[in-house]
């Protein structure tokens, strides 16, 4: 019986409300080890969203847009922040501490760091899976509460790391001016993002940080991030079923890079190297580091590909290719003579690789000014179509220069 002595809604499909999916969100996520240029692309399909959103990580991500030649760098924002139409676990400063502190014991331990960027974002998720973390929603609800279990989760680190300092009161006193200004922008986000996908026709962008090969339980750990950044962090991080996920674009750079340590197979630490890392300017958005450089690599897109699923590729910073003569091609991973179906998921073992490359003409040509897939030299094209063909994944977009104007759309 309905509420009040009012009559049942009648229910079709004998008994059973049929609920229709809703809006779809489009997802844009990084297919290698970050720096891939997801900015750019979530900036190009910003233009006409109604919705932007991060689903996972914090500020250790770095993201750069260029915009009517003016440069943006974002490290929690999403890109889409540009447009004006765009609506838009909290990490403690002790949290940064003691990031900074582990890295200095692997250091003296081990004799080698995780190369993190010290935000304290390990450290913040290590207290989310202890459960003894904070959240918005506990900084906006009751503040002598929050204050309370705050003086816990801070003692906590102290007695774990000896040295680490924490001004209590004073840091209480900071966020209690923070939870002022950001108590009315705070929404419950499972019943907004229900009301998004569920109300009136919408565009739902989703911006994920890092990339696939950085993700904690199917990048190459341990030298990954602690939040899951392939597709299934878009549901556990936004609270939305698998049904509403729509397009699914991931983002490859034409070469390969890599911030911080671990195995990279196709890494040319060589003039090449220096080249690449030269003319596409890479040095890490939020860290400042160079970027380890190298050939692009299938086998680990082809990766990327089995867990995402991607719809469709953008192919990025194709231009740094220009001065080649030849490129190579990372195609197969061969271990003790054996071409390896699979991805090693063993650092140890992706260490020891040998990678099997194809190596196609280069075009020697300045492509900074092309607009349309026709305008690219010919060896440019083939080299597009060779991607597309050895993944099975069409490629939508092709980057050919820093700015917005510099994506060329293929359908």
């Known amino acids: 019986m309905a509420e009040h ?9 004998g008994g059973c409300a049929a609920r229709l999916p809703g809006n779809k969100v489009t997802v844009v ?7 891939e240029g997801k900015g750019k692309v979530v900036d190009l399909l910003a233009q006409d969203a109604d919705i932007v959103c991060r689903c996972q990580g914090g500020n250790n991500a770095g993201h750069t847009v260029v915009v009517d030649s003016v440069e943006y760098d974002f490290h929690l924002l999403p890109s889409g922040i540009i ?9 403690f400063d002790f949290h940064q501490a003691a990031d900074g502190i582990q890295e200095q014991q692997r250091q003296e331990q081990a004799g080698k760091n995780l190369g993190t960027t010290k935000k304290g974002i390990g450290p913040v998720y290590s207290s989310k899976a202890a459960r003894s973390g904070l959240r918005m929603c506990d900084l906006v609800s009751d ?19 000896p040295t680490l300092e924490i001004d209590i009161e004073g840091e209480l006193k900071k966020l209690k001016g923070y939870m002022e200004k950001i108590k009315p922008m705070v929404k419950d986000g499972v019943y907004f993002m229900y009301e998004a996908l569920h109300g009136p026709p919408k565009k739902i962008l989703v911006e994920g940080a890092n990339a696939a090969l950085l993700d904690i339980d199917f990048g ?5 991030t602690s939040s899951n950044c392939t597709v299934g962090g878009v549901c556990t991080g936004l609270g939305m079923p698998p049904q509403n996920v729509g397009e699914v674009y991931g983002v490859v750079k034409a070469y390969t890079t890599r911030v911080g340590i671990g195995a990279f197979p196709t890494e040319q630490n060589n003039e090449i190297g220096e080249l690449l890392q030269t003319r596409g300017k890479e040095f890490g958005v939020t860290t400042g580091r160079k970027r380890r ?27 740094i290719l220009d001065v080649f003569p030849e490129i190579k091609v990372g195609v197969a991973y061969k271990l003790d003579g054996e071409i390896i179906p699979h991805f ?68």
């Open 5 to 13: 002595g009012a009559p049942a809604p009648a229910i079709p499909n």
């Open 29 to 35: 996520l990084g297919a290698q080890w970050g720096d």
């Open 83 to 91: 447009n004006p139409k765009v609506t838009a676990f909290i990490v």
């Open 143 to 161: 503040f002598d509460d929050f204050s309370e279990r705050f003086k816990v989760l801070a003692n906590q680190y102290k007695a774990i790391y």
């Open 220 to 224: 190459t750990y341990p030298f990954v």
């Open 293 to 319: 450089c190298g050939w692009l690599d299938l086998v680990l897109l082809r990766y990327a590909y089995m867990i995402n699923g991607f719809t469709a590729l953008a192919l990025t910073k194709l231009d």
């Open 344 to 411: 090693p998921a063993n650092q140890e073992v992706l260490n020891k690789v040998e990678v099997q490359y194809e190596t196609l003409p280069g075009w020697d040509t300045d492509i900074s000014n092309a607009r349309t897939f026709d305008e690219l030299p010919v060896n440019a094209q083939n080299y597009v179509r060779f991607i597309e063909m050895e993944l099975g994944v069409p490629v939508k977009w092709i980057g050919v220069g820093k700015s917005r104007e510099s994506m060329i759309q293929l359908f």
